[in-house]
């Protein structure tokens, strides 16, 4: 069974950096575009960030850009989300997302989502 597994969210400082992992198992990682969505109370889930198959194309939303940095590594079977400058908007729960395609531009074609991972950013 395809699983996503997130780690490394918390509680942190605003301004304060965070760094997320998402350890995948059961498919063959290098064929899936890899991202992370988030999602707060009552709003929808967003877009945060996305990377192609080999890790050559990102793409980021324009709220975290400048911030954050997603980065794979194919041998190890794992994304991971570098935050810095963290914003009380920030807060959410974060989510991994594998899609058999070249690429993640929003939720759309999503076939594996990991079960999320709660980030704090106090004020």
């Known amino acids: 069974q395809v699983q996503l597994a997130e780690s490394g969210g918390g509680l942190v400082q605003a301004g304060g950096s965070l760094r997320l992992s998402c350890a995948a198992s059961?498919?063959?990682?290098?064929?899936?575009?890899m991202g992370w969505f988030r999602q707060d109370p009552g709003k929808e889930r967003e877009f945060v960030a996305a990377?192609?198959?080999?890790?050559?194309?990102?793409n980021y939303a324009d709220s975290v850009k400048g911030r954050c940095t997603i980065s794979r590594d194919n041998a190890k079977n794992t994304v991971s989300l570098q935050m810095n400058s963290l914003k009380p908007e920030d807060t959410g729960v974060y989510y991994c997302a594998a899609r058999f395609a070249t690429v993640i531009k929003d939720a759309y074609g999503i076939n594996y989502w990991g079960k999320g991972i709660l980030v704090t950013v106090s004020s």
């Open positions: 990377i192609s198959l080999s890790g050559a194309n990102t």
């Open positions: 059961g498919l063959t990682f290098s064929s899936y575009a």
